[in-house]
């Protein structure tokens, strides 16, 4: 049935003028369940990989300890859970099984200590496990995979553990607690599932607020394995895609061809739209109205049996002599825009700054006005040729990744 997700569009300028040489446009495209999908609730499957080594003594174990038992308290008898603790080797401490002995699985919680080093693959390895332990129908099947350190000699097999997540329907959702870890590996691990990015836990404290949301995340799916494909008529030719909402991650080159875009979006959840912003190169046309693109969005609600829905959208624009017209702006599509422009940037100052110490890149102004105060002193620091904590490296890749959820200064 028709009405499960809304798939809406907007262009940076809706005129366009009319000129002798091609131009860029930018698209935005919205995909967001509909009011319909508010009452689904499908079964989670959760496995929680915990790091307890030694470098988890003191108040990260203690907080995570009790985030765990919030998780717990939050499933329903329908859910089931699992929890693996790792450190040189690895334990299951709660096979999988639905969530009805709360009591009982929150004392094994409670039992957890501190104790040996770190090797990330072993507990990955017996998380896939449990999370395949049963066949769920329609479960949203996720691990929620916790570190405060590196892992020893085994970063490609995580690499290669999280494929084999992605390919066994199994997204991994990082958290890294202070300052330690990899971020490049476990930014890798998420993505290569079909989860997300790692999250910064900047303090102990936090631990509660993010695995609050890792739950509140997997019990709003509602939609899975949504995907956008742009379909283009000759002229018109894709230069970049970027995700905007809820994260800004740029889309793999090999997502663009000359006649179409595809993108996958995966889980839909209630009430959170996935936006993707899309530049292209339109050649010259004569004044009118053309079709520069056609988006089909594609999708399953599973606890319906609808699998493969379709809804398609002509993206049009106007070619214009009138100089009023083409000189009309969508702010909003043009903030995202510039948000993503900003998290590039300094994303490549990062990354050139763990390689090498310095960074030769500059912000624009343009650019430091969707920044806030710690990134802009950090930046700045970085620059002059000083140094920068672990800490802050952390921080700044976390929060630009999220320029795009504020809408405070959505008008330029």
């Not at 401490?93 to 919680?109: F, Q, T, V």
């Not at 839909?268 to 004044?287: G, H, N, W, Y």
């Amino acid at each position: 049935m028709p009405g499960e997700v809304t798939l809406a569009y907007q262009l940076g300028k809706d005129y366009m003028p009319v000129t002798g040489g091609s131009q860029l446009a930018y698209l935005l495209l919205e995909a967001k369940p509909t009011a319909l999908m508010a009452q689904v609730r499908m079964p989670l499957n959760f496995a929680l990989v915990i790091d307890h080594s030694g470098s988890m003594k003191g108040a990260k174990l203690r907080n995570v300890r009790e985030a765990v038992k919030m998780v717990i308290d939050r499933l329903e008898p329908t859910d089931y859970i699992s929890v693996v603790i790792f450190d040189d080797s690895a334990q299951v401490i709660i096979p999988s099984m639905p969530a009805n002995d709360k009591p009982g699985m929150k004392a094994a919680i409670d039992r957890i200590q501190d104790a040996g080093g770190t090797t990330m693959s072993l507990g990955m390895i017996q998380g896939l496990g449990e999370l395949r332990r049963w066949n769920i129908p329609n479960a949203v099947n996720r691990m929620i995979l916790l570190t405060d350190g590196v892992t020893y000699g085994d970063t490609d097999r995580c690499r290669q553990l999280a494929r084999d997540a992605a390919a066994s329907g199994i997204s991994i959702y990082p958290l890294g607690i202070g300052s330690d870890w990899d971020e490049g590996l476990l930014d890798d691990v998420g993505q290569l599932s079909g989860g997300v990015p790692a999250e910064f836990i900047r303090t102990p404290a936090d631990a509660m607020a993010l695995f609050e949301q890792q739950v509140q995340s997997a019990v709003a799916v509602a939609v899975r394995n949504a995907t956008v494909t742009l379909r283009l008529p000759a002229g018109v030719t894709p230069r970049k895609a970027v995700k905007v909402l809820p994260l800004i991650r740029e889309v793999e080159g090999s997502s663009l061809s000359d006649r179409q875009v595809v993108i996958s979006l995966g889980d839909l959840e209630k009430e959170t739209a996935q936006s993707v912003l899309v530049e292209l190169m339109i050649d010259p046309r004569p004044a009118g109205l053309f079709r520069i693109a056609q988006a089909e969005l594609t999708y399953d609600v599973p606890v319906v049996g609808l699998t493969n829905e379709k809804i398609r959208e002509d993206i049009k624009v106007t070619f214009s002599n009138d100089a009023n017209q083409t000189a009309q702006v969508n702010a909003m599509v043009m903030n995202f825009a510039e948000k993503s422009n900003a998290q590039r940037l300094v994303t490549r100052i990062l990354d050139e700054y763990k390689r090498t110490g310095k960074a030769t890149t500059k912000i624009a102004p343009n650019v430091t006005r969707v920044l806030d105060a710690e990134t802009l002193s950090a930046i700045e620091q970085i620059n002059q040729g000083q140094q920068i904590s672990q800490e802050q490296v952390k921080s700044i890749g976390n929060k630009t990744r999220k320029l795009t959820q504020r809408l405070d200064d959505l008008l330029p």
